[in-house]
């Protein structure tokens, strides 16, 4: 059977690291760093991970992580993890490093002897299927990258795409779009309920950000199994084999252009839960992320 393995490297966009990260220094415990910083997260399959990033050093000054499993229910070919899972790994790693690197920022710095988080990157494991209500809340467990329970309608799926194409075209059972067609057919109650349809790092960027607004990037929505590379778009016609246009074309979120875009900053509330900048005295943007695969 296929199994879930989580050796992804942490996804770095332009707001995590630059160039000069290719060979990161390593740190010595004497050195004192000071001034702005970036943190790159990975929510992988079987943990999350986070590091922190100083860029006018070239230097990673710490990491941290946080190990979970997945659920497969004794069902063969199911593996799903709840997003609240997610969700407190992020936090851990958060807490982790705000403690580490005393970044909660509670009187302000003096001569700019303090590290300043200034940014946030989020990479997550692909082709998640994350369902959400009308308030935004997860209506059942994501079905993970390594599910196949839905072979069959990837099968099916398969047939409908390369008839609308005009040319053979495979969906993987583990991309997207084959476990929203099993949703439909095994869960119709939750196909139903069903108001948007992203990706694992979709919904973390999305919370902690505290935006009304769900984005992906199209790196990780080319693992869909519905998106149109060339036109950087999800294509209608593959997601409407599906459902008809019923739902699932309307469900999905908007793609960010580049991975580096600014989709929001970091909410208040986050800020406090993990102990970075607990009063709230600077902006720290959120990109748009990507795939753990995404280079």
Known sequence: GMQC???????QNHYTLNNSMACPKSVSHEEHFTGNCYIGIDVGTQGTKATIYHPSSGTTLGTASSSYNFDTDGVEGRAEQHPVVWVDAVKEVLIKLASSHSLD??????????????????????????????????IRKAKLWCDVEAAEEARELSELVSKVTGRPRVVPAGYTAPKVLWLKKQEHDSFEKMKHCVLPHDYITFLMGGEEELVTDAGDASGTGIFDTEKRAFDRRLADCIDGGERYFNSLPRVAVEANEVVGLL?????????????????IIISAGSGDNMW
Do not use: A, C, F, R
């Open 5 to 11: 393995n989580d050796g992804d490297k942490l996804q």
């Open 267 to 283: 909410s208040q509330e986050w800020k406090k839960d993990v102990g970075i900048d607990v009063n709230n005295t600077t902006e």
């Open 105 to 138: 920022m509670v009187e302000p710095p003096l001569y700019g002897n303090k590290l300043i988080v200034k940014g946030i990157g989020v990479s997550g494991q692909q082709h998640g299927m994350v369902v959400l209500d009308d308030d935004k809340q997860p």
